[in-house]
């Protein structure tokens, strides 16, 4: 329990003693939760500085660019860890035995399948309709196939839930692909890995067999887990806020993948490749490094800064790396790699980001190796909605878990009219 505590002092207020809660890393907490029968609120939009839960899932380090799931490395995990032992990880908390591990792999394995009438839903977008529309669509009309499991205080309901979900969105994310290309849904391979049943079902024709490159399945596998789990970042807490109210947990993640599709967040690596194909060439990037200089112009560059890191993001060294091992191995000369590496190196020793401590995201690699594996623009936020899908689960049963969990209702600072008549249209006339 804290015995710490901060005094607010405020003029011609008795002071107010709040508690500290110290955590185990990072910064403690002043608990104001008790401020409110004082008569204030506190004020923080975008939540700068509001914890807005207790969580032992992910731990960030932004000065020192450290990252923890469950306190392991991402580095560690990733280099020596495929993607489902990280999920099994951030869900129970601690390392799989070889039985455990096989035991969950099997079960993910044999719930790949989707209700054979969620492929109709398909059929109702267009055939240019955005992928991650029609992931808000489909993985939101899940609520209404699995009745027999939404019991969110029943801890069973919650693991079924979490198996569904981790099984289902790489074959869901599929057949977004394959639905806007017009080729037929592919169905999954109990004989295959996580990674490789996902290039599969997105890659593989009924006219011939399709062989997944062990590379290209590893490098997808160590994507997956970079992007798994960070902590409260927006569409986390949008599943954390939509799942407070106890909704279904479908709907939550269908939730969580809207929020997770704006270009400052999950829509990042797409619109981090867009700039760079804008970009072109090497010599025309002193251009774009000014306009992201210039405060009337609202371009960013896409793949740099962070709310968190002010150092640079671990997951993007571990991504930088997976990077030139894909490029290498596959032999490609990607022109857009030249521009991504100068820009690179232009901005971390340009005096405006140096200063602002905007180094590149996990956003700026990801997008280069998923746009060597051969994976359309239009699908890299789907596939970092799949790899975060086990983030959200792990928040949202956590959240579950913890009984004095309550409906988020956030407060305001109100700035509109204080009560005034209001005169019906013909007194008005
Ligand atoms: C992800 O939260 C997470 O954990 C997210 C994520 C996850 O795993 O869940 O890590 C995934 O979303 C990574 C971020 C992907 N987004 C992008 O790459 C988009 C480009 N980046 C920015 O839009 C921005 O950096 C944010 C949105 C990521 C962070 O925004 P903040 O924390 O609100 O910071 P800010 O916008 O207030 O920027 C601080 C300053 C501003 O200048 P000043 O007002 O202080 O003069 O830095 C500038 C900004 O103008 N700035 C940039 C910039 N990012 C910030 N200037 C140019 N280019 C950029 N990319």
Redesign the pocket.
Known sequence: MADKKATLHIEGKAPIELPIIEGSEGQDVIDVRKLGASGFFTFDP?FLATASCESQITYIDGDKGILLHRGFPIDQLANNADYLEVCYVLLYGEVPTRAEYEQFRTTVTRHTMVHEQIASFFHGFRRDAHPMAIMCGVVGALSAFYHDSLDINNDLHREITAFRLLSKMPTLAAMCHKYTTGQPFIYPRNDLDYAENFLHMMFATPCEEYEVSPIVSRAMDKIFTL?AD??Q???TSTVRLAGSSGANPFACIAAGIASLWG????G?NE??LKMLEEIGCVENIPEFIER?KD?DDPF?????????YKNYDPRATVMREACHEVLDELKIDNPLLDVAMELERIALSDEYFVS?K?YP???FYSGIILKAIGIPVSMFTVIFAMSRVIGWIAHWNEMHSDPTNRIGRPRQLYTGYSQREFKPLHERE
């Open positions: 975008g992007h960070h902590e970042n927006a569409s270009p400052a967040h999950g990042a619109a981090c992201a405060k960013h560059l896409m793949g740099f800064g962070h709310r968190v602002k905007l995201n996990v956003d």
